[in-house]
């Protein structure tokens, strides 16, 4: 229950704020036309940031998950299914 | 679960719901401020055909290879083409969009910078496609 309050108010700080942000920021209309290079520059900057640390998270786990659990691994025990017919 | 928590797994699925929500909305809302023209643009004609750019303004009047338009206005090309597909692409303004027969294409864009720009045909189109160029002149 409370990871789920928490999951949710997480959801709604990263969701809901920015949209009321955009909300309020189309009403001040400057007249500026929007610059597609900055635009399109900045979209493309945003994803490549999420990409590449979600990214680097994912094969970064993977690549701990597989040395710490190597055989070799001084600190790996048998788990309670070896040498066992389960 | 026998005696082992989960909980890192459930952040990592919420944090990827909110990275995938984040990402979603935010190129949902850049292709919308791209791709919707004001109601002001003006619109230019472009008519690719090999190996040249034609361009025709509001008023009627036409351009063969130069086009001249002001600083701070906007414009809204409507892009087709004669015979083979072509694209029409100003690079220092990151403005591309195809010209394909039987379809007349939209962009539009707002130059905010004066000075001379190339205009280049980004579709293979045949021979001269390497030399379909034009000349983008922004007047203060
Ligand atoms: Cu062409």
Known sequence: MDKTIALMAVLTILVVLPTIQLVFAAGTDAHEY?????EIWNLFFKMMTIAFTVGAVVSGTLIWLVWRFRESNPNAKPTKYEGTDW | MSGHSNWPEWIYVGVVIVLLAYVGAEAWNVERLVDRAPAEAEVIKVIG???????????????????????GHAY??????????HAFNIHDYVVLQDAVAGRINEVWFAPDKAGEFPIQCREYCGLLHYNMRGTLIVEE
Do not use: P, S
Request: hydrophobic share 35%; charged share 35%.
């Open chain 1, 34 to 38: 929007v610059n597609r290079k900055v």
């Open chain 2, 76 to 85: 809204k090309f409507e892009i087709t083409t004669k015979d083979v597909n």
């Open chain 2, 49 to 71: 055909q090999q190996w040249f750019w034609t361009f025709e303004h509001a008023d009627g009047t036409k351009e063969v290879g130069e086009l001249h338009i002001k600083k």
